[in-house]
């Protein structure tokens, strides 16, 4: 009898290094880290409780032991995760500018590029955008813009009104939604001049300028010499 030998299975890519001992926040951190890494190399649908734990070199009961809710709880906490790691890195980018033109765009880009570089998460859009979706839309987006608003409070107050800083950076946080949503539309918030273009055309000229700021502050974009006529009352 000939036996005809099976085809190699390819190599899964290397998920998570092995769980190293440590608080119950490292073993938290850890199981994030694999469950990304996982769906990041078999989807959604071909990701475990099994394959999360092996990837994190643990047993399956310190999965539940850490995510008692199981794949469900541990997948929300792996996206609020990410949007925490997106909403750091649009801060660090907007404090290191020293306008508010360059702070929103330094945000929305940077934000942008942090979700384009997120394995995981591209290959959820693409096969199984019904998973991602419900997190950034209808009931779930106003947490998010609420959490975008307090952003806005501390990242962009140094050039506005309080409430000026939230309305920018609920603007911000739509703008890379759509670009999620709608890769390239309507603009490529992945390209850094296209991003400043948008906020120097549409978003500066709609704020308005807290005068009691510093002058050199208020963006060159935005005329503040002529004022607009007051509107007919009749």
């Known amino acids: 009898m000939v036996v005809t030998p099976e ?22 951190s850890r199981l994030l880290a694999a469950t990304a890494a996982c769906v990041a190399a078999r989807g959604l649908r071909g990701t475990s409780i099994d394959d999360i734990a092996a990837a994190a070199g643990c047993a399956r009961a310190t999965v539940y ?17 990410q949007v925490a790691t997106v909403f750091a890195v649009a801060g660090a980018a907007a404090d290191a500018e020293p306008d508010l033109a360059g702070a929103v765009t330094a945000a929305v880009h940077g934000a942008a590029a942090e979700l384009a570089g997120h394995a995981a998460l591209q290959r959820l859009l ?39 800083a939230e309305i920018a950076a609920e603007w911000a946080a739509r703008v890379v939604l759509t670009h999620l949503r709608s890769p390239g539309s309507p603009t490529d918030t992945t390209d850094r001049a296209a991003v400043r273009r948008l906020v120097e055309r549409y978003l500066l000229p709609g704020l308005v300028i807290d005068l009691t700021l510093d002058p050199s502050h208020v963006p060159p974009t935005v005329d503040l010499t002529d004022p607009p006529e007051p509107r007919s009352t009749r």
């Open 7 to 28: 085809p190699a299975q390819a190599t899964e890519p290397a998920v998570a290094p092995a769980l190293e001992p440590g608080t119950r926040g490292d073993v938290r």
């Open 65 to 81: 032991r850490a995510f008692p809710g199981g794949r469900g709880e541990l997948l929300v906490a792996a996206v609020e995760a």
């Open 126 to 164: 693409v096969e199984e955008p019904g998973a991602v979706l419900p997190f950034i839309s209808f009931d779930r987006l106003d947490p998010l813009l609420a959490a975008a608003a307090r952003w806005g409070r501390q990242h962009l107050s140094r050039f506005l009104r309080a409430d000026d």
